[in-house]
């Protein structure tokens, strides 16, 4: 089912969805602006943008390695890939009726960037967007026999792909988010915070029900 | 919910500075006698409005006896950091607790100058979720809407000590109590905090049976109302450290942190030194290794007076207590503004240099012995008591009345509700306005003051003024 062009497209969802996470402030970067103003020094902001990074990196893969575990029950693809797609259109519902920000996340401690990061995106559904997505990029079972020998390789291919995934999507985010973060404290100023900020939590939900659906789209 | 963000919310206190100037405020009234439900008046404070200076609306609440004294916003500045994930709140309703009756009411000004009551919390619901009593500061934060209270449980409410609850900022549900460990905190009054640096500094008056019926002399003279600051790791809910200002030093009251984060200091205000009658500002700061210090860095020198002139409480001192009541610091972390009640003052410090405040204005109106009129020849009952600032710096706003039963204690003649403004120069120094005197209706006295889109006793800041 991976030909060329939806390998691409793919990819390609694995990038924006990077850059649309790093991009939304309610993901972190203007705790890299004032970082930076409260050190006094713009060397705090990299330091700040690549802690957010690691968090957001670490809730992909936590997500993302244990699916790419189920891909070796190869009976079961389409069903995983249905569960996925089911799973995802689930938490956006969830997110779109019960518009709440864990009270638990508001405890992190603001030096904590890194676990931060990696709540907000597991507690706001970013790692689970991804699962479709990956899904759809590994390796077609079918293809590669039936042999323990072939299990043995898939697995290490698809867990390697989870984490290739999870650091490109990262890597969007932290591009995102640095400049986000940089043109802020640089140039734009802090001002932009209470005039550019929009309400994303209904277009986020919608767009994690928009990816279960598609998902259970391709796989059916 | 919003699409965007409350314009009211400012990433840091010089955006707020250079927000649009107030044009309402909403002061509270209260009821000395219980006669008549306490209320908020909406004050139009418009400069080029023909209006400015008069109550416009007043809203009424259905009980009696609440005593309304300190309220604060369900949202503030502090919404714009991702950490808090409430960036689309909006600042809409006023959390009014009664600080007789506990009772808390949330009131919809979305529209003020026309107000409604949105929802009321019971007393029962705050004793049996806290076990706590008489909610005073409102602030929100991290978790919701952080209240303190006066008083623990039981009738008197001395059962347990007093401490903060959380609200929920949404839907107004109590959640429960903050303290994770308290340490030896067993008095209550205001709190604050430095949200990116996280920690909380908290303050004590008196337990309830120490002012509901009046200002217990003997208490007072045997120190034993507060005297301590708490500071708290605020995100871990704990206690992590006490200072005692020495136990003459009677009253700790308002906290004003510094307004910018990047600083880590603050003030307090101590009511009365109880072997001079001295009032007291203390400059508390946080040490490079995270422990907390602090000084007394200006006091007020107690005036001399003739028995004759001076309440019961006060006649054996032949002299007047300045009484520092209220203390607030303007949003550029430059001017500390410190209410002396008993003599009738209002002073300005430059606090530029924290550690050295400079004495660099004052406002004589009211006091027990003087009783200053107002410039329009007009009488000012009290003494100037619970302030207010403007969001840039260049007004001040005062009502007169401290606390229904310690108002005749102090002012046996009354406390007839007033509310006065103060122009800041250039250069420092105040001077009132000739013209804006605010009556309120017949009956009332008044108490603290909130300016429409946030104040300087408000809001707090998670982004530093400058790179």
């Known amino acids: 089912m991976a030909d060329a062009q939806s390998t691409a497209a793919l990819w390609g969802a694995v990038v924006l969805s990077g850059l649309y996470h790093g991009a939304n402030p309610g993901m972190g970067w203007p705790l890299a602006v004032s970082a930076a103003m409260m050190e006094h020094r713009r060397a705090a902001l990299p330091r700040a943008i690549v802690a957010l990074g690691a968090g957001h990196f670490a809730a992909m893969a936590a997500i993302l390695i244990p699916f790419s575990m189920l891909t070796l029950l190869l009976a079961w693809q389409q069903q995983i890939r249905i569960g996925a797609g089911a799973l995802v259109i689930g938490l956006g519902l969830y997110l779109l009726i019960h518009r709440r920000h864990p009270r638990f996340l508001s405890r992190v401690p603001p030096g904590r960037l890194a676990l931060w990061s990696f709540l907000i995106a597991t507690a706001h559904g970013a790692a689970l967007m991804l699962v479709p ?80 659906a598609l998902a259970i789209a391709l796989a059916a | 919910m919003t699409v965007r963000p409350d314009p009211t919310f400012h990433a840091s ?9 107030e044009k309402l405020a909403f002061t509270l009234m209260l009821s000395p006698d219980f006669s008549q439900p306490d209320g908020v008046a909406v004050v139009n404070v418009d400069r080029r409005s023909a209006h ?25 500045s502090s919404a714009l950091s991702p950490l808090n994930g409430h960036p689309f709140l909006e600042r809409r309703y006023l959390i009014i607790p009664g600080i007789r009756s506990s009772r808390i009411y949330v009131v919809d000004v979305k529209d003020a100058p026309k107000m409604k009551i949105h929802r009321i919390v019971e007393p029962e619901e705050i004793f049996a979720k806290t076990g706590y009593s008489r909610p005073h500061t409102v602030h929100c934060g991290p978790e919701g809407i952080y209240v303190s209270t006066l008083g623990g449980g039981g009738k008197d409410g001395t059962e347990g000590p007093p401490g903060i609850f959380i609200m929920d900022c949404e839907s107004f549900e109590v959640i429960g109590r903050y303290e994770m460990d308290r340490g030896p905190q067993d008095k209550h009054y205001d709190f604050w905090w430095n949200l990116p640096r996280d920690y909380m500094v908290s303050s004590e008056w008196g337990l309830p049976p120490q002012f509901e019926n009046g200002i217990v002399p003997a208490d007072l003279l045997s120190n034993k109302y507060g005297h301590r600051l708490h500071f708290w790791d605020l995100r871990g809910r704990r206690n992590v450290q006490t200072i005692d200002l020495g136990e003459n030093q009677q009253m700790a009251l308002e906290i004003r942190p510094a ?175 000739k013209d804006f005197h605010v009556a309120f209706p017949e009956g009332y006295r008044s108490h603290q003051i909130r300016l429409e889109g946030g104040d300087c006793s408000t809001d707090s800041f998670c982004y530093p003024s400058a790179r």
């Open chain 2, 52 to 76: 400015c200076g008069k109550v416009v609306n007043t809203l009424l609440m259905p009980n009696r006896g609440d005593e309304f004294h300190h309220f604060g916003w369900n949202a503030c």
């Open chain 2, 13 to 21: 206190p010089q955006l707020a500075m250079e927000a649009p100037p």
């Open chain 2, 259 to 433: 307004h910018d984060p990047v600083k880590q200091y603050g003030f307090c205000g101590v009511v009365v030194d109880t072997t001079n009658l001295e009032g007291a500002i203390w400059t508390w700061w946080r040490e490079k290794d995270g422990t907390f210090n602090a000084r007394k860095t200006a006091t007020i020198p107690p005036e001399a007076a003739d028995p004759a002139d001076l309440p019961e409480l006060l006649k054996g001192f032949s002299a007047v207590p300045p009484l520092v009541t209220d203390i607030d610091l303007s949003l550029d972390d430059k001017h500390l503004y410190v209410a002396c009640w008993g003599t009738g003052e209002l002073r300005q410090y430059d606090v530029s240099d924290p550690m050295a405040p400079k004495h660099s204005g004052s406002v004589r109106i009211g006091g027990i012995v003087q009783k200053g009129r107002h410039p329009n020849g007009k009488a000012f009952q009290g003494g100037p008591q619970m302030l207010e600032i403007s969001r840039d710096g260049k007004r001040v706003y005062w009502t007169n009345s401290l606390y229904s039963t310690w108002d005749d204690q102090f002012y046996p003649e009354g406390v007839e509700a007033a509310m006065v403004m103060a122009h800041v120069g250039d250069n420092g120094g105040i001077a009132l306005d």
């Open chain 1, 133 to 212: 997505i990956y899904l759809g990029l590994c390796a077609d079972p079918e293809a590669q026999g039936a042999s323990h020998a072939a299990a043995a390789r898939l697995m290490g291919e698809n867990g390697l792909q989870a984490l290739v995934v999870a650091g490109v999507h990262t890597l969007a985010m932290v591009c995102a988010g640095g400049i986000a973060a940089t043109a802020v404290y640089c140039w734009v100023g802090l001002k932009v915070l209470n005039r550019g900020w929009f309400n994303l939590d209904i277009l986020w939900a919608i767009s994690l029900v928009l990816v279960g």
